[in-house]
């Protein structure tokens, strides 16, 4: 049984394997993105709240994942590129996953155990459900998909002044 989301490797967009463990001590917003999606446009917002904290020891972790809608398609590359070029995404990217159903990213498992959903689901609901995990590398709370990067802003600085 995992203690923290320092206890998971994943892999880069480019296909290389890296500890959590590498994010220790910062402020952490994992997210489940998709490139087609209507909440595509929190690409800005995530990348904005990147930028202006992570000077502080802030990071936003991006995962693609294809199981709503089917609104990531595309490879690692054409990922990666869409990214780029459409909102200037320069926060860590991760290979496309499963965060749901027996395929599940184990870091995903992680989260969606220690931060339920409405109701005391586990079950992620659509693309760009976000994980706010502190310092310690503990799970502090969930948003989601509509909630707004910029609405996030207070409890991120909360964490990182703590």
Do not use: H
């Given at each position: 049984?995992?203690?923290?989301?320092?206890?998971?490797?994943?892999?880069?967009?480019?296909?290389?394997?890296?500890?959590?463990?590498?994010?220790s001590e910062q402020v952490v917003l994992v997210v489940n993105t998709?490139?087609?999606?209507?909440?595509?446009?929190?690409?800005?917002?995530?990348?904005?709240?990147?930028?202006?904290?992570?000077?502080?020891?802030?990071?936003?972790?991006?995962?693609p994942c294809n199981q709503f809608g089917e609104q990531e398609k595309?490879?690692?590359?054409?990922?990666?590129?869409?990214?780029?070029?459409?909102?200037?995404?320069?926060?860590?990217?991760?290979?496309?996953?499963?965060?749901?159903?027996?395929?599940?990213?184990?870091?995903?498992?992680?989260?969606?155990?220690?931060?339920?959903?409405?109701?005391?689901?586990?079950?992620?609901?659509?693309?760009?459900?976000?994980?706010?995990?502190?310092?310690?590398?503990?799970?502090?709370?969930?948003?989601?998909?509509?909630?707004?990067?910029?609405?996030?802003e207070s409890d991120i600085q909360k964490l990182l002044s703590a």
């Open positions: 049984m995992s203690n923290s989301v320092y206890d998971f490797s994943v892999n880069t967009i480019a296909g290389e394997q890296v500890s959590l463990a590498d994010y998709a490139s087609q999606c209507g909440f595509t446009k929190q690409y800005a917002g995530l990348e904005s709240l990147y930028q202006a904290k992570k000077e502080q020891g802030f990071s936003v972790l991006g995962f595309g490879g690692s590359d054409e990922i990666s590129q869409f990214c780029e070029l459409n909102f200037g995404v320069t926060f860590p990217l991760f290979e496309k996953i499963d965060v749901n159903g027996e395929n599940a990213a184990p870091l995903f498992n992680y989260l969606t155990t220690n931060a339920r959903g409405i109701l005391g689901s586990k079950r992620i609901k659509w693309n760009f459900t976000k994980f706010l995990v502190g310092k310690d590398g503990k799970v502090v709370k969930r948003y989601a998909p509509t909630t707004k990067p910029e609405a996030i």
